[in-house]
């Protein structure tokens, strides 16, 4: 099988289940919804680029350009693929009918499996469900949890350097951040409340394992 080929089949039956499975119920932002934290980062990029940016950097403005384009462009047909729910609902059957051999693929299946049961476990959960737990002495100056789990165009180039550059610089003026939180409550009966974070502690480090895979397709 060809690199293309491969890299399509990889699509069809490992990634676009999983990262349905991660908007749809996990929900993590998608950067092309236009209520997300990054789509604002990315609107304010190119809107600053076009009018502010340096007429001389042709290279760098025409790099730019290509970033952008394809950051918006591909963004739009993944996100229709996924706002559909057709991968989501066909997932235990795309895990069934994996037959790509080697290594990577192997460890993408086991990934895609672990995915699946954790949504099987979970179907009502959501990543940000315990965020809004932790009181904090003011409401400015906070990271919102929204704001560091999001779906990304990509990590690399001119255009992930000024995301990334937009997101920290905005970070470095808050002084607190959300995170997931839990408190015991104890009724009269000394019965503890059942609520806990096993959603978390499996699905962060699955995210991890997701972001990896990624990062190594070949």
């Known amino acids: 099988m060809n690199i293309l080929l491969f890299r399509l089949a990889f699509f069809l039956i490992f990634t676009f289940p ?6 749809h119920i996990a ?8 209520y997300s934290a990054l789509a604002y980062h990315y609107q304010c990029i190119g ?8 007429q001389d950097e042709i290279e760098q403005q025409n790099t730019m350009w290509t970033e952008l384009n394809k950051a918006s462009h591909y963004g739009n047909i993944i996100f229709r693929k996924i706002y559909n729910l057709y991968h ?11 037959a790509l051999s080697g290594t990577f693929a192997q460890e993408c ?5 672990r995915f699946f049961a954790v949504m099987q476990d979970y179907p009502n959960s959501n990543i940000f469900q315990n965020t809004l737990n932790e009181q904090f002495d003011q409401e400015d100056g906070i990271i919102r949890a929204e704001q560091y789990i999001s779906f ?5 180039g001119v255009l992930y350097e000024n995301i ?25 009966e000394n019965n503890p409340s059942q609520a806990g974070l096993d959603f978390e ?16 397709i070949p």
């Open 201 to 216: 502690y499996r699905i962060f480090p699955l995210i991890n394992d997701l972001c990896t895979l990624l990062n190594q």
């Open 164 to 188: 990334e550059r937009a997101v920290n610089d905005e970070f470095n003026e808050c002084c607190e951040m959300q995170q997931p939180a839990v408190f015991r409550i104890y009724d009269k």
């Open 88 to 98: 989501l609902n066909y997932f235990k059957h795309r895990i069934d009918s994996f």
């Open 109 to 113: 299946l086991k990934t895609a499996i």
């Open 18 to 23: 999983v990262i349905d499975s991660l908007y």
């Open 27 to 34: 929900g993590i932002p998608y950067y092309r919804d236009e």
């Open 47 to 54: 809107e600053w680029f076009s009018e502010e940016w340096e």
């Open 152 to 156: 990304i165009a990509d990590n690399e």
